[in-house]
């Protein structure tokens, strides 16, 4: 076979073609697109296998079945591995060919498909992008041929006209139309501007359509073209309702702000000046056409345009309007001391539509200052110099200590229950308080000395050349200027801080270690009450050690409680005055550390409430008298658990399903849980309280008053609240019955619980001449050491059976606390 005579033939042909022998499948010719489409000189490809040049299982699959006489064409698409290792998409046919009788070759076309590929996916790109823009306008959006056949709309175009679901599924076209005209208020007018819009196709036309529902539309119809023709139309429907509205409030504005002495300008959405008063005219020396068309940060900024511009902007996103003080521009080009606001004026949508600003000249009352060193060295809140002049001046005093071989005092201030503040009357309210705090801290000051401000309600005083003597008189001029009360808009408060003090040389040669001894002994301020001032002494960083320690050892020993180690319960007796039998126990917390020994819970329970770990210990001690009472019930020693719960466990929002989950974890009846409360959580957010509260009673558990008459008692939250027992303080047992105010407080309490048909039980009872008071007295129950101190599960189990318990398990309490 004469292969050269088909090479002028295939090269002719605009696809790549090959030809290979049937018999050993070896490329016999290609043309020059085939080379080209390979990457490889045709030389190359000639006498080459087929198979090498199949780059899919499929093409593999292909000639071995030519091989094996089983195929001998196909047409389909597949991928072409070009010399470079990239990978065209391919639609290739063989074909077998007669050549003679006695000769057949396989003639393989191939037509590339990489643009075919590109131009499906740039189309299909192009009309995602199409319809995401079609959706995402603000426009109602509806599209039509010139005969009026409906080719799409968006969603907004549905919600404007109020189009039924029905007629949004079945596209009829002709109920669509009715429904429009049925809901345009002028339907005359309204059909026969369609007509005129329908004889004219090349029209641009904008119209005001009202509807039925009040909405006020506007109309933009054009013409829509594809390829230099017209092939339909294009309608937007735009709600200028509230454009409307607010065009007209603002024209009845133009009247009244003429008269203002302020000076007052009206901007677009872009702070675009469109309207200013007779006053913005005075102030800025500008006529109003002049003002008229410029940007608002042109007449008005901060001193840095685009900043300012992104701050107000900013702010009247957030809250809807923006106030401060700023810089107006006159003619002159000077910029001038302002107070000035922003309002924002939105759209139905939500949008800005236009802004109003307002400022008034403050030349006469604002002192110039540097802007650069106020935002470099001081609180932008309170004008203090911040932590960076703090720093220098601080380095400054140690070298002139360690030159003139004095000292100075660091002062640490923080104010006292501040949160409070903040959380009840605002953080905008407590910035104000912090700013008249920054002042009175400033007049106690002489001039040599600084007070900074270090961030939310701390701050610093730096007192130079000063003894102990001299920084105690300072302290106490700061505490006592403090307690005088503040009076903002009609609030009239005291605010107090807490002040610690520490002296140079002698508690720190450097700026942090000053710092954060001054910092330490505050802290003992705050423990300690409040209000006062403390000098560091060297025993306070090993109290601060002390407690760190304490708290790790209870992680610790939470964490490893599995192992055997760490806390554990004791039971007290508690014993019913009518007959003098065990009726339950209060469980006691303890705590034995390995390498500290036995801690008392009065040291290591106020750290876990300060760090939250009560939380957890709160769990665990719950868990393990409800565990305890659970098994004590079922060995026949029937008895009620009540639980001392902490304000702050209390507070856990999971509190009550937690509770659920372990009684029925257990099997324990809710009847037989009780919990004891403090006052103080009785009283914090009344109406949630009672919400849990009023839960916890239909779960069936028991509600009791620990330590009553210590904190805020009330009877008005002993009648709203489900409370069925009064534990009297052990504060007012101790002197029983000498002492006749305590003989008059228990008699008291007890009563008001009769009346109220509430328990009663002491706590701290230890002689019996306090038992036989509180008998006479009507108290129903007692614990305390006349009977037995907190005893280890198997004591107290011996004890119960020696002593013998109460007849009615209803009357049985036994009561877990944290400690005591």
Known sequence: MNVASWQPLIEGMIEAVWIVDSIELRVLAVNRMAAELLGVPAEQLVGKPVVDLASTPEDVYFWEDVAAGLSDQILSETLLVRKDGSALPIERRVSRIALTDASTVFIVGIRDLSEARRA??????????????????ADGILVTDFDGAIRGYNQRFAELWDLPQALMTERDDASIYVWMARNVADVEQYAARLVTIGNTPLLEASDILRLRSGLILERVTLPQYARGRPIGRVFSYRDITRKLADDARLKL????????????????????????????????????????????????????????????????ADQGYWEGEAFYYNRAGQGLPCLASMVRVADEAGQPQHYIGFFKDLSETVIARKRIEELAYTDLL????????????????????DRDQSGFAVLFLDLDRFKHINDSLGHQFGDRVLIEVAERIKDCLRQVDTAARLGGDEFLVLLHNVDTRGAEISAGRILERLTEPFKLDDLSFTVTCSIGIALFPEDGRTMDDLIKNADAAMYHVKERGRAA???????????????????????QALANQDAGAGFRLHYQPQIDLANNTIFGAEALLRWRDP????????????????SGLIVNIGNWVLREAIRQCASWNAKGLSIVIAVNVSALQFQQSDFVAGI???????????HRLELELTESILIQDV??????????????????????????????????????????????????????SDTAIVGAIISMAGALGLRVIAEGVETDEQRVFLISAGCNEYQGFLCAPALDPTAFEELAITIGLAHQPGEFTLTASPGN
């Open 533 to 555: 001032f403390r000098f560091y002494q060297r025993q306070m960083n090993v109290g601060l050690l002390s407690r760190m320690k304490l708290d790790h050892a209870m992680r």
């Open 253 to 316: 504005a133009a009247t009244v702000f003429e008269a203002s002495l302020d000076a007052i300008f009206v901007t677009d959405a872009d702070f675009i000046l469109i309207a200013t008063n007779p006053g913005c005219e005075r102030l800025s020396g500008y006529p109003r056409e002049e003002l008229v068309g410029i940007s608002s940060s042109e007449l008005l900024n901060g001193g840095e345009r685009e900043r300012f511009l992104e701050v107000v902007t900013a702010q009247v």
């Open 687 to 740: 109406d949630e309280t009672l919400k849990r509260l009023e839960a916890l009673a239909r779960l069936g558990v028991q509600l009791a008053i620990d330590d009553f008459g210590t904190g805020y008692s009330s009877l008005a939250y002993l009648k709203r609240f489900p409370i069925h027992k009064l534990k009297i303080d052990r504060s007012f047992i101790n002197d029983l019955p000498a002492d006749d």
């Open 660 to 670: 659920a989950a372990l009684l029925q974890e257990h099997a324990l009846p809710p």
């Open 120 to 137: 499906e996916s740039e189309l299909e790109k192009l009309v995602a992008e199409l319809r995401a823009t079609l959706e995402s306008t």
């Open 595 to 610: 390498d500290m020994g036995e801690i008392a819970p009065a040291q290591f329970i106020p750290i876990a409430e300060e």
């Open 382 to 401: 309170t004008g203090l110099p911040n932590r960076l002049m703090l720093t220098e001046r601080i380095e400054f005093a140690i070298s002139l200590a």
